[in-house]
């Protein structure tokens, strides 16, 4: 079993930036994909970056050049550093790992960019 904890969400003008974290915990696991996903009230989530146990990454089209994904793997941590937030960027973030096959998500954490 594998716990994640996310945090770094909070509330930012637009033009701002926020840095968030994903730590996960657990006895004896391998993680390979890393990602994090994102949910605007009364939409779909959706992809917002991801990366391979290589440090292979992809971004949607919407964060493509404003956000960066990146891991730690001795630390078992991913981030997502987000710059010139845009209030559309306004959701809840989550991150996702698949874990020797299994998927695991966090709790989510609130993203708010004013105008």
């Known amino acids: 079993q594998v716990q994640l904890v996310e945090s770094g969400g909070g509330f930012v003008q637009a033009g701002g930036s926020l840095r968030l974290s994903c730590a996960a915990s657990g006895s004896r696991f391998s993680i390979n994909g890393m990602a994090w996903y994102r949910q605007a009230t009364g939409l779909q989530r959706e992809l917002v970056a991801s990366i391979t146990s290589g440090g292979t990454t992809n971004y949607g089209d919407s964060v493509k050049g404003r956000f960066t994904i990146s891991r730690d793997n001795a630390k078992n941590t991913m981030y997502l550093q987000m710059n010139s937030l845009k209030p559309e960027d306004t959701a809840v973030y989550y991150c996702?790992?698949?874990?020797?096959?299994?998927?695991?998500w966090g709790q989510g954490t609130q993203v708010t960019v004013s105008s």
């Open positions: 996702r790992i698949v874990a020797d096959g299994y998927q695991y």
